[in-house]
């Protein structure tokens, strides 16, 4: 028994919870602003402003000890809380982020698009169903990220199961007790395999420089003082973050659309719609629905809740987005729904520095789907395999 209060021990890891997480959202929710789970070694949080303030104030709530810590490495700077060493490093890819230097791309991600839907199409006219997750919306982003870093078209399977195995690890990480799961161990190995791809990357960059991120980042001052093992785990961040999470947003964009079809009828009618549509997606069906922090310089107090230093602070982006103090009817899906900068994309110092670019690809991979294949329907069992980046996959659709 614990002295923490309130508290609910819901198994945050079983195939309903990865299914449908919003009930058990609703519990946590109506038990309190954090509520204490045993199972799951934290705090849960469920409101949009507590989990807002939270993020914004990474001084008190540190991604040191944290779970990414363990994944991206102290010093990438997904996990970094010492501002001025962030932003820094930040900067040196922030231009190539804006949305002028996205809107340059629009020509590559269509053309990567054009690649992955003609034999997708072809099947599904011949009457085919296709697991649209695995044959469309998984390499697009990947391969945009990689051209990005300069890195050959002949890598690109390479890149995709490295990211796919980081991916599964997020999915299953070691348990509260430190017990390791076997897609852990996995993720460990893609990991130490992309990292030595990278620092062999960034070899030949340092003699012979393009205009690729990576020659960037190699070059740059804040890397003047960082060792290769350093500027190598900023890259693969950087690799990792920019496909896992976008190939799942446009996974959910496809099924939503297919459960509203009147949504479906006037985004097929009026493009225009699109991108406020996509975002409605992200705050109706997040990819990253948890995110974690740790406690640090005394106890915190969330709406009332006293909780100890070092103790972990697990947010649910997705309850977050359904919290009806901000947003009227939050379980219904409306693509007019004004967008409020909903919680998928992060808040605060650590928020996603691909967040444009993930914008163009998701419109203009899923208009180019619906002007191809607008008849599509979900044609089976969709799976949802986990929280912390949850997608749909398998996710078979057909004509
Ligand atoms: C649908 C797609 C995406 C989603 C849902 C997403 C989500 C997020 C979230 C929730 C965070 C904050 C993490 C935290 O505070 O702990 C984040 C940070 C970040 N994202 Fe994304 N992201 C997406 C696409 C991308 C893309 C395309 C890139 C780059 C190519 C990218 C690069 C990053 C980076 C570098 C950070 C760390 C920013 C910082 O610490 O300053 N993301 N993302």
């Given at each position: 028994m614990t002295d923490r209060q309130p508290q609910l021990d819901i198994d945050l890891y079983t195939r309903e919870i990865f299914r449908d997480p919003y009930p058990q959202?609703?519990?946590?929710r109506a038990a309190g602003p954090a509520v204490w789970n045993a199972k799951a070694g934290g705090w849960m949080l469920t409101g949009d402003a507590h989990i807002r303030k939270t993020l914004s104030n990474f001084e008190k709530f540190t991604l040191d000890g944290a779970p990414p810590q363990r994944l991206f490495g102290p010093e990438a700077f997904i996990v970094i809380d010492d501002k001025p060493r962030h932003d820094a490093l930040r900067n040196v890819w922030a231009p190539a982020f804006l949305r002028g230097s996205v809107e340059k791309l629009r020509p590559l991600i269509g053309r990567i698009v054009d690649d992955m839907l003609a034999p997708v199409e072809e099947r599904l006219r011949a009457g085919e169903t296709v697991d649209a997750a695995k044959d469309f919306c998984r390499d697009i982003p990947a391969y945009v990220i990689a051209s990005m870093l300069g890195l050959s078209d002949?890598?690109?399977?390479?890149?995709?199961?490295?990211?796919?195995?980081?991916g599964a690890a997020v999915i299953s990480p070691p348990s509260a007790d430190g017990r390791m799961t076997p897609a852990w161990i996995a993720g460990e190995d893609a990991k130490r395999e992309l990292g030595e791809f990278?620092?062999?990357?960034?070899?030949?960059?340092?003699?012979?420089?393009g205009d690729d991120l990576i020659s960037l980042m190699v070059h740059s001052e804040p890397a003047k003082s960082m060792s290769d093992d350093a500027i190598m785990k900023n890259c693969r961040?950087?690799?990792f973050a920019g496909n896992e999470t976008t190939a799942k947003w446009l996974g959910h964009i496809l099924v939503v659309l297919d459960r509203h079809p009147d949504a479906r009828r006037a985004l097929i009618e009026d493009r225009a719609l699109l991108q406020d549509a996509n975002e409605e997606v992200m705050r109706f069906?997040?990819?990253v629905h948890r995110g974690h922090r740790v406690?640090?310089?005394?106890?915190?107090?969330?709406?009332g809740v006293t909780i100890p230093e070092g103790d972990l602070v697990i947010m649910f982006m997705g309850a977050g987005n359904r919290d009806p103090a901000r947003?009227?009817?939050p379980a219904r899906f409306d693509i007019r729904r004004p967008p409020a900068g909903n919680l998928g994309f992060g808040f605060g110092l650590?928020?996603?520095?691909?967040?444009t670019l993930a914008r163009v690809e998701a419109v203009i991979a899923i208009s180019k789907w619906l002007d191809r294949v607008p008849g599509y329907r979900v044609a089976g069992e969709v799976g949802y395999d986990g929280l912390g980046l949850r997608g749909p996959s398998p996710l078979p659709v057909a004509l």
């Open positions: 959202l609703e519990r946590i002949s890598a690109r399977p390479d890149i995709v199961r490295w990211s796919d195995a980081m990278l620092i062999e990357q960034m070899a030949f960059r340092r003699k012979q420089p961040q950087l690799l069906e997040p990819v406690v640090r310089g005394g106890a915190a107090d969330i709406g947003y009227a009817e650590h928020s996603c520095l691909g967040i």
